[in-house]
């Protein structure tokens, strides 16, 4: 055969073992909790819960929830705030405990992720509740010290104000009682502390309504509309009016939930007009109003619905011992500027981004040596967004590199050996004929256990090779191998298979029964 036959063949088959590779890089067959079907092993069930255990905390933090929220707002119309901001505080712990588990079980999209979504409204309504009560006792009081009668005015116009929003706020946290209650029945979780927490929601609002206003009746000549008088993150609305009888030039304040959101001038015409970008403010209800010197205008409402929003993350290595993560975060259309960004690493540690004006973040990460986890997520502290997180992203830290010269070093010597061994090699006479190889012999020896206080999948793995030791089996031997060649103990291998590529988790009692089968014992005794 000459040279150029021989240089296609092994063209073709190079490109042959290629394509049979590709195959497997697209779809690889390895050990998973679906295919572990053999004749030495039976097939186990399919592993449907990414965290084994995590779903038996569900409704139980369902439960705190709904307790918390029946606290808080029993304490809130109580007037004993620093009671209040206790059980806020728990209660925004038990929210992050929630939002978690919600994303560790991938159930957002079902009627628990309307839950979650809910819960988190009524968080922010109820922190609301408890600043504008604490700001409404703050204004009854200033209302009787203070007596010049432009500062009374201001201070009416607050209250009104106020009152407005605790009622708008109440109508929206009535809202949801419908869906949340029954949702929290449906999972067998106490909805009546809930119930009762509408309840005082609804008596502290009506509490506002008991203080008289300080503005008259007498219809203001400057006049305030919100147009349209609802909104979505990122959205633009229009507050504007008219100042009967004002001098062109004149400056107008325009108020937004009682703190100045822009200074503007009258127009020749007499009217002013602000553009109000919805941003990061709380979903529901908001009041706006303007003032022109001693002039105040009426008091107009808006409100702002939650956007979904979505997260993206893509990580590529820097070198040996960092890797930059990069991503968007929108809010359907529109991208989230400013927003704060949480990285979760190996579902534990937190690195903290922030997304510039496109709505783009990057961050770096310094991690050790091993596969990574990687997971972006938004928590919408703040805004009027829904939470979100992006699929997970798998990483390889290689470490910093070893110096070759060593190695190199070693090569050479090996080499240098052999040569030198081989020219004193004595003439050897010819091989006899080999003989054909044995079928391997299983030779159980005393092995080593060393697996108490590990963590459970590692002792399993410690017992593992205890057995394989003890049977004289190769260290190249995978768990399915080695139930093949030992059948006797083929149980033993099957439940460390599970443990090993399913994910599976070890009890007490399993642990303490493999130790016995790895020692030579009766696992039964």
Not at 484 to 506: K, Q, S, V, W
């Amino acid at each position: 055969m000459n040279a150029r036959a021989s240089h296609a063949i092994l063209a073709a088959a190079a490109v042959l073992v290629l394509l049979l590779l590709a195959g497997e890089a697209v779809d690889p067959v390895l050990y998973t909790a679906e295919n572990t079907s053999t004749a030495a092993h039976a097939d186990p069930a399919t592993v449907k819960e990414r965290s084994p255990g995590n779903a038996a905390a569900l409704v139980p933090l369902m439960d705190d929830l709904l307790g918390q929220t029946g606290t808080l707002a029993l304490t809130i119309k109580l007037k004993d705030y620093e009671s209040a901001e206790r059980d806020l505080a728990r209660y925004s712990d038990l929210s992050a405990q929630f939002d978690k588990l919600v994303v560790t079980l991938d159930v957002s999209g079902t009627d628990v992720g309307e839950f979650q979504q809910n819960n988190r409204q009524n968080q922010e309504a109820l922190a609301t509740l408890l600043n504008d009560t604490r700001r409404f006792e703050d204004l009854k009081r200033l209302e009787i010290e203070v007596q010049d009668g432009e500062q009374r005015m201001a201070i009416a116009y607050e209250g009104e104000a106020l009152r407005q929003k605790m009622r708008e706020g109440f109508a929206s946290y009535a809202k949801r009682e419908t869906a949340t209650t029954r949702i929290a029945e449906h999972y067998g979780a106490n909805a009546t502390p809930y119930q009762e927490s509408v309840e005082d929601f609804a008596e502290v609002a009506d509490a506002a309504d008991d203080r008289p206003t300080g503005g008259g009746t007498v219809r203001s000549p400057l006049g305030i509309a919100v147009t349209p008088d609802t909104g979505r993150y990122g959205e633009t609305l229009r507050i504007a009016g008219r100042y009967a009888g004002g001098t062109p030039g004149t400056a107008v304040e325009v108020y937004v939930d009682s703190r100045v959101a822009a200074t503007v001038a009258l127009d020749a015409d007499g009217t002013y007009a602000y553009p109000y970008r919805v941003g990061r403010v709380l979903a529901g209800p908001h009041l706006a109003y303007a003032t022109a010197g001693g002039v105040y205008s009426g008091v107009a409402t808006f409100e702002v619905f939650p956007k979904n929003t979505t997260i993206t993350l893509a990580a590529a290595e820097v070198n040996a011992t960092a890797v930059a993560c990069t991503g968007n975060l929108t809010a359907e259309d529109r991208p989230v500027t400013g927003a704060p960004v949480l990285l979760r690493v190996d579902d534990g540690t937190l690195v903290a981004g922030e997304t510039d004006g496109n709505g783009t973040y990057r961050t770096e990460i310094v991690l050790p040596a091993g596969e990574h986890t990687l997971r972006a997520e938004f928590h919408a502290a703040g805004y009027p967004l829904n939470a979100s997180g992006s699929e997970a992203a798998t990483v390889l830290i290689r470490g910093e590199g070893l110096s070759p010269l060593p190695f190199i070093a070693a090569i050479a010597a090996a080499l240098g050996t052999g040569w030198y061994l081989r020219r004193r090699r004595p003439e050897e006479s010819p091989p006899a004929a080999a003989e054909p190889p044995a079928e391997p012999e299983i030779i159980e020896t005393e092995p080593e256990v060393t697996a108490a206080g590990l963590p459970p999948r590692e002792a399993a793995t410690v017992l593992f090779r205890a057995l394989r030791a003890r049977l004289g089996l190769p260290e190249t031997k995978t768990p399915r191998d080695c139930a093949l060649l030992a059948p006797d103990h083929a149980g033993f291998f099957e439940r460390y298979e599970r443990i090993r590529y399913a994910g599976e988790i070890p009890t007490e009692e399993e642990l303490t029964s493999m130790e016995k089968v790895a020692l030579g014992g009766d696992p039964d005794a």
